[in-house]
């Protein structure tokens, strides 16, 4: 059951990253993003299925940041990015994945 919803939520995951990408309007950004939402998933799904609470952490994260994208409050949008990438990273390396190596 974990796996299978890691992969439900990756599969939204990646449409959520890649909607926002696209909405910047900046080609190479979102070919960036894409490659590296990519990248990312094919590294989580091979090292680690994230708990839960992980998922809807990241879950919660997102609703922030499509909230302050809708406001057009650029400064908290992204603040709430910046937590969001720090967030997994704090996650990754409580699962002893040295991120740095990746």
Request: hydrophobic fraction near 45%.
């Amino acid at each position: 059951m974990r796996e299978k919803a890691f992969f439900e939520f990756e599969e939204r995951n990646i449409e959520f990253h890649t909607i926002i990408a696209q909405a910047t309007r900046n080609p190479l950004l979102a070919f960036t993003i894409e490659s590296e939402i990519d990248l990312l998933f094919t590294l989580k799904s091979k090292i680690i299925v994230p708990e839960i609470d992980c998922l809807r952490q990241a879950l919660v994260g997102h609703h922030k940041i499509l909230k302050y994208l809708k406001i057009r409050d650029a400064e908290k949008a992204e603040a709430q990015m910046s937590k969001h990438i720090k967030d997994l990273e704090r996650y990754l390396v409580s699962r002893g994945i040295n991120i740095e190596e990746v």
